[in-house]
């Protein structure tokens, strides 16, 4: 038996790095008050989601990894707590920008870095203007909490993201997230589709994920407002919620799973047994038809 405690957050953000900091910093101690053993942030959590706009000041927002006053921040809570903390930042490297996530063990090691690999753009979600798709692939990391894949946003639409890490021997899934309503649409609402599809990603892989997202509206500066929807989740290995927050208010959930008798659940269950890579050479290509 090899019990670990997850924890998802979701929070508000203003313009006030300092409070949003100790804002997340709180959460933290609360959800290791409750037994956890890793615990998620949001996405970009240290500042309103600036990607509404295409603004250049913005770019001040960006620290490099080596140095990183955020991560050193977090760093030194993990220690102090015991606990796994990805967490979300923007990166500035050399002359490009990524949206990342440090990942940080449970004795306050950094372990590695990941870069977003999906990065959309649309109204509201501008994030083309700031961010390079990520150049590290996906990974996986060895923690206190068991071997995790982390994806960013985005990321969580894609199968290929959850499949790759979980190849890779991922036993958690972890997915901050920005998300909520569409400037252009008001009336599509995003919440429902956001959850299935990473509860897909669970079942379809037999391993716990948790996705955690933002909540408040935060206004843009040329006339828009996203109101983000919260709902952040846990999902179990068969891609059921276990713990759901609601769209409006600051939250810590947790979940606890035996990673062992997940990992015999998933090796019993033959879906990684039966694939078929070799058939699946279209996948690795943008239009479907794949080179002979």
């Known amino acids: 038996m090899r019990n670990v405690t997850v924890a998802a957050t979701q929070m508000a953000c203003i313009w006030d790095e300092k409070a949003n900091i100790e804002r997340a910093e709180q959460l933290v101690r609360d959800a ?14 240290a500042a309103p989601y600036f990607c509404q706009d295409q603004i250049h000041d913005f770019f001040s927002l960006a620290q490099p990894f080596e140095g990183n006053t955020l991560i050193a921040h977090f760093a030194k809570l993990a220690a102090e707590l015991g606990v796994v903390l990805p967490i979300s930042y923007f990166e500035r490297a050399g002359q490009s920008h990524f949206n990342s996530v440090a990942i940080i063990d449970a004795d306050g090691s950094v372990l590695g870095n990941y870069r977003k690999s999906h990065i959309p753009d649309g109204p509201g979600y501008t994030e083309k203007f700031y961010f390079s798709p990520g150049d590290t692939g996906f990974k996986v990391w060895d923690t206190r909490a068991g071997r995790i894949g982390v994806g960013i946003c985005w990321d969580q639409w894609f199968p290929e993201s959850a499949r790759s890490m ?4 991922a036993e958690i899934l972890l997915y901050p997230t920005a998300i909520g309503s569409e400037p252009h649409d008001p009336m599509l609402d995003s919440s429902a589709h956001w959850q299935r599809v990473m509860q897909g990603h669970a079942g379809a892989n037999l391993i716990p994920l948790i996705a955690s997202n933002r909540i408040g509206t935060e206004e843009g500066r040329h006339g828009t407002k996203i109101t983000f929807y919260g709902s952040s989740f846990i999902a179990d290995a068969t891609g059921a919620k276990v713990a759901e927050a609601d769209r409006e208010t600051e939250t810590v959930l947790t979940a606890t799973f035996d990673l062992d008798a997940i990992d015999h659940q998933r090796r019993s269950w033959g879906v990684f047994r039966d694939r078929r ?3 699946y050479r279209h996948l690795a290509t943008l239009d479907g038809h794949a080179v002979s």
């Open 277 to 279: 890579p070799e058939l």
């Open 166 to 169: 979980a190849l890779q021997g």
């Open 32 to 45: 290791k008050d409750k037994g956890a053993d890793l615990v998620l942030i949001q996405e970009l959590f």
